[in-house]
């Protein structure tokens, strides 16, 4: 069966610092990859997405960054943290050429907070 | 473009009593509609999704929704709550085009609160 991890489960890092979460996923292969963001009441927002290894697409203007480096790991990066980065990261995949009646699934999420 | 309103951002029921989670959507095509249940520090866990085939679509722990097109709506249902109900719901629009990536149009969520 398909699993997905995300790591680490919380983090505090300070401002100006750098930022690396790492999501891998397994029992699949070319999945769709999604980066998502998730604020006190403002819902989820879609960071970035990709459809393979390489292929990244970015939502919204922001300071993170995200690659693919293999098929099955997303990573989301920052060079300087912002106070605005706080919040709960979610990674989740889809299966690749599944079409858009499939579900996304979600790792356990990364709580982020900036000091 | 599509889009999701959830309304009412806070729901509260009595343990036993009907659990009722509104969600309207917009599509400009025929939608896949999704509902997820998240629970505190959890990612979010599939509840049930609707892809045009049965109107009534049942789902996990008891949960079901109706799509209603005239409505344009998705409502999420449960006959009687229970203590371990308690959680944020959010509906979703995917558009229904084959071979698109799979992107997720997400409300922005309903706290359930169950009283004992």
């Known amino acids: 069966s398909q699993t997905i991890h995300q790591w680490p489960a919380t983090l505090v890092q300070p401002v100006g610092s750098p930022l690396s979460l790492e999501c891998t996923v397994e029992g699949t292969s070319n999945p769709n990859l999604y980066w998502y963001r998730q604020a006190a009441g403002r819902g989820l927002q879609l960071l970035f997405y990709?459809?393979?290894?390489?292929?990244i697409s970015s939502e919204v203007p922001q300071n993170l960054s995200a690659s693919r480096p293999q098929d099955r790991q997303f990573i989301l990066s920052s060079k300087k943290l912002l106070l605005s980065d706080s919040g709960f990261y979610l990674c989740?995949?889809?299966?690749?050429?599944?079409?858009?009646?499939?579900?996304?699934?979600f790792g356990d999420g990364t709580r982020l907070s900036i000091l | 473009a599509q889009s999701v309103t959830q309304l009412g951002s806070h729901v509260s029921v009595s343990e036993g009593a009907l659990v009722l989670l509104r969600c309207n959507y917009s599509?400009?095509?025929?939608?896949?509609l999704f509902w997820y249940v998240q629970y505190p520090n959890q990612g979010l866990q599939l509840l049930l999704k609707y892809t045009s085939a049965a109107t009534l679509v049942k789902g996990i722990n008891g949960f079901e929704a109706e799509f209603k097109k005239s409505e344009t709506s998705f409502h999420l249902t449960k006959p009687s709550a229970h203590m371990s109900d308690a959680a944020e719901y959010f509906c979703?629009?995917?558009?229904?085009?084959?071979?698109?990536?799979?992107?997720?149009?997400f409300g922005k969520g309903t706290k359930l609160s169950v009283k004992p």
């Open positions: 989740a995949w889809t299966p690749g050429r599944g079409g858009s009646n499939q579900p996304q699934h």
């Open positions: 979703a629009v995917s558009e229904g085009l084959v071979g698109s990536q799979g992107n997720l149009i």
């Open positions: 990709s459809v393979g290894i390489g292929q």
């Open positions: 599509s400009s095509v025929p939608p896949y």
